[in-house]
Antibody, heavy 115, light 107 residues
């Protein structure tokens, strides 16, 4: 059974960074892309970007190019997303999902930005 | 970006009814379209991929159709557990984009 287990709730101060994780079990992360999506409170879904864990290649939404950094560690089957220069606009739930048609989702990580 | 215009924003229907939700892409997405169901506090769940392929474990009451830029999700014999928000998503080209969602309620 494929499972994506995300790290816990983050409370970040404005201007700081947070790093979220998404640990995969049930398949090898080398075999497919990992995507990240956010959902602001009461809003819809927004695609942030994706990483190819096999070679580290990334593609970002233009909106998140300066905000998000995607990495992956195939030895631990884990994908990461760092969010930098946090502002209140970054308060959202962040999901990892795979493959391209998002058959599998993590449970989400709530990031709250507050001073 | 390939904009996904989803309608209606909200929908109220009776148990047993059939409902249809639509998504229109601003460019051809060649059936690279998925539909998701999301209940409050939960991750989205895949219902349909590749325009009309039913995801594992999804009841056959759900079906997808369409081509080019116009796609739809049909839910037959509406049941109480179908109360949720529904989203479409195109994965034909980057950046992947989602519809704005449809909130389905029971009358």
């Amino acid at each position: 059974e494929v499972q994506l287990q995300q790290s816990g709730t983050e409370l970040g101060k404005p201007g700081t960074s947070v790093k979220l994780s998404c640990k995969v079990s049930g398949y090898n992360t080398r075999n497919t892309y990992m995507h990240w999506v956010n959902q602001r409170p009461g809003k819809g879904l927004e695609w942030i970007g994706r990483i190819d864990p096999a070679n580290g290649n990334t593609i970002y939404s233009e909106k998140f190019k300066s905000k998000a950094t995607l990495t992956a560690d195939t030895s631990s089957n884990t994908a990461y997303m760092q969010l930098s220069q946090l502002t209140s606009d970054d308060t959202a739930i962040y999901f990892c999902a795979t493959p391209d048609w998002f058959a599998y989702w993590g449970q989400g990580t709530l990031v709250t930005v507050s001073s | 970006d390939n904009q996904m215009t989803q309608s209606p924003a909200s929908l109220s229907a009776s148990l047993g009814e059939t409902v249809t939700i639509e998504c229109r892409a601003s460019e051809d997405i060649y059936s690279n379209l998925a539909w998701f169901q999301q209940k409050p506090g939960k991750s989205p769940q895949l219902l349909i991929y590749d325009e009309n392929s039913l995801a594992d474990g999804v009841p056959s009451r759900f079906s997808g159709s369409g081509s080019g830029t116009h796609y739809s999700l049909k839910i037959k014999s509406l049941q109480s557990e179908d109360v949720a928000s529904y989203f479409c998503q195109q994965y034909n080209n980057y950046p992947f984009t989602f519809g704005s969602g449809t909130k389905l309620e029971i009358k």
